[in-house]
């Protein structure tokens, strides 16, 4: 069991940045994180994928992300961050920190979820 632990998630001015982190963790090692990224949840509307990265580096963004968010991840410390700019109103949200395990089975994990409020 693989537990995903969000962090970053505060109130910025619009036009402003932001990183969140996750930080994968089990009681053993983890291993076999094939996939790890970021969705979020506006109010009111459903879940949405922002981006998911493997653990060889190759990324794949949802559309309307064009280049203003950014994944990191660092496959030695189980953890992806999600680096925000240009940050909207629009992308207010509550942001999911996603992970995919694949051993003998595929197991996919979330985080509890860090709010992120663009406002004046």
């Known amino acids: 069991q693989v537990r995903l632990v969000e962090s970053g998630g505060d109130l910025v001015q619009p036009g402003g940045s932001l990183r969140l982190s996750c930080s994968a963790s089990a009681a053993g090692i983890v291993t076999g994180l094939k996939t790890m990224g970021w969705y979020r949840q506006p109010p009111g509307k459903q879940r949405e994928l922002i981006g998911t990265?493997?653990?060889?580096?190759?990324?794949n963004y949802a559309d309307w992300v064009k280049g203003r968010f950014t994944l990191y991840r660092d496959n030695a410390r189980n953890t992806v961050a999600l680096e925000m700019n240009s940050l909207k109103p629009e992308d207010t949200a509550v942001y999911y920190c996603y992970a995919q395990q694949v051993s003998a089975f595929e197991y996919e994990y979330w985080g509890q979820g860090t709010q992120v409020v663009v406002s004046s």
């Open positions: 990265v493997t653990s060889t580096g190759n990324t």
